[in-house]
């Protein structure tokens, strides 16, 4: 258990439903990641938060995704009208303010959209 | 964009065998990590390399970081069957910002 939580485990949904994702990140950690996984690839970048300002934003991340902080702590991703390409593992990370760059990642939210 | 590539994407081995994956940048990386992940998991973080030519240990893991930061590699001595997962390398370009990571190289042990 890394201290990064996810909510829910899993989510399986219709094309087209609006769905909503959580990530706690580590307490002290200011630094929050989005990645998304899908089978046999490793995790693509989706988007940064350093505390509550959205710093980055991937290609991947189109205009049916949304990722908020709002007070630097949990962060909550969105993806409206969902297709059946968005089925994947999302991921969280949180990173402190160290000279490390290390992520902790979260278990995951595994969404798959019938 | 940055692209980071891995081989191989599989490998088979009998315990007790070596086993190395190598990871290629197209970018000079400011660092590269490694995670693995076992199957149903997540990915969870083994090591960070910083210098050019730098290698570290983690007991039968061996680490590499190319003199271009541009490669890096992992080497398992003697596999176990708990070495079973996916290892993924993932290249940091600039200090603090995203990771990239390459499709991963999955190992199964067989007893």
């Known amino acids: 258990d890394t201290g990064v939580s996810q909510n829910p485990r899993h989510k399986i949904t219709k094309r087209g439903q609006n769905v909503t994702f959580r990530c706690d990140p580590i307490?002290?950690?200011?630094?929050l990641y989005w990645y998304r996984q899908t089978l046999g690839q490793g995790p693509e970048f989706l988007t940064y938060f350093q505390n509550e300002a959205q710093l980055e934003k991937s290609r991947l991340l189109s205009d049916r995704f949304s990722a908020e902080r709002p007070k630097g702590s949990f962060s909550t991703l969105e993806i409206q009208r969902t297709e059946q390409g968005d089925s994947a593992m999302y991921l969280c990370?949180?990173?402190?303010?160290?000279?490390?760059?290390?992520?902790?990642f979260g278990p995951g939210t595994r969404l798959t959209v019938l | 964009g940055q692209q980071v590539m891995q081989i191989p994407q599989y490998q088979h081995v009998q315990e007790g065998e070596d086993f190395t994956t190598y990871c290629n940048s197209s970018?000079?990386?400011?660092?590269i990590q490694w995670y693995k992940q076992r199957p149903g998991g997540h990915p969870v973080f083994l090591i960070q390399?910083?210098?050019?030519?730098e290698v570290k240990k983690q007991k039968r893991l061996t680490f590499q970081f190319g003199e271009a930061k541009k490669n890096s590699s992992l080497h398992i001595t003697a596999t176990q069957t708990t070495d079973v997962g996916t290892y993924f390398c993932a290249g940091c370009r600039v200090y603090g910002n995203k990771l990239v990571f390459g499709a991963g190289t999955i190992l199964r042990v067989k007893s």
């Open positions: 390399l910083v210098k050019s030519g």
């Open positions: 990370a949180s990173r402190g303010t160290g000279g490390t760059d290390t992520q902790y």
């Open positions: 970018t000079t990386l400011s660092n």
């Open positions: 307490s002290e950690h200011n630094r």
